[in-house]
């Protein structure tokens, strides 16, 4: 879709300015709306902050076309004076009849170890579904955790599962460790 399109390209472009010391001290602030070719408006607007103690930027937009569809992205990064950076994004579509998805992701690398998750939730004419993963390694002890749950409810039946798998290096499943 076009609308996504155009949010994603622009949370990138802003989010690649940010990541940047594009600035060598201080914060900034800017936003803007405007009226769009699909009958509806558009918005975007970033802000951020860098200094001694590390930086942190942020950017949103949305789009709708007039005939209640809406679609939202936003992102942030950071980075710490000790060196950990990390960033999350996330695009939340809302269509006319009600349903809608949204998708989201993060990541953080420490000098204690990394992790990523990402997921995606939709909301159906009958129901939700979704699924979320997430890989994290330490870098004192090399252990790595990768997992994923998946989720489904039917409101016209009341059937619903969640179930959850865990997986090696190579991506196999395997039995979830217990703690």
């Known amino acids: 879709m076009k609308k996504t399109l155009l949010i994603i390209t622009m949370l990138i472009t802003l989010t690649t300015f940010i990541s940047t010391s594009a600035f060598a001290g201080g914060a900034f602030r800017e936003g803007k709306t405007w009226?769009?070719?699909?009958?509806?408006?558009?918005?975007?607007?970033?802000?951020?902050?860098y200094g001694p103690n590390g930086g942190t930027g942020s950017v949103r937009g949305y789009t709708s076309d007039g005939?209640?569809?809406?679609?939202?992205?936003?992102?942030?990064a950071?980075?710490?004076?000790?060196?950990?950076?990390?960033?999350r994004a996330s695009t939340t579509t809302k269509n006319a009849d009600g349903t809608g998805t949204r998708q989201s992701?993060?990541?953080?690398?420490?000098?204690y170890g990394t992790a990523k998750s990402s997921g995606?939730?939709?909301?159906?004419?009958?129901?939700?579904?979704?699924?979320?993963?997430?890989?994290a390694t330490s870098k004192t002890t090399g252990q790595t955790y990768s997992g994923s749950t998946s989720y489904d409810y039917d409101k016209t039946t009341g059937d619903g599962s969640v179930?959850?798998?865990?997986?090696?290096?190579?991506?196999?499943?395997?039995?979830?460790?217990?703690?």
């Open 35 to 49: 009226e769009n070719p699909e009958g509806g408006t558009s918005g975007a607007a970033a802000s951020g902050a």
């Open 67 to 76: 005939a209640g569809n809406v679609q939202t992205g936003s992102g942030r």
């Open 78 to 87: 950071f980075k710490t004076p000790a060196g950990t950076t990390g960033g």
């Open 105 to 111: 992701g993060m990541a953080v690398d420490s000098a």
């Open 120 to 135: 995606t939730a939709s909301k159906t004419s009958t129901g939700v579904e979704g699924t979320k993963s997430t890989t």
């Open 163 to 179: 179930s959850h798998t865990c997986y090696d290096t190579y991506g196999n499943p395997i039995t979830c460790p217990k703690q």
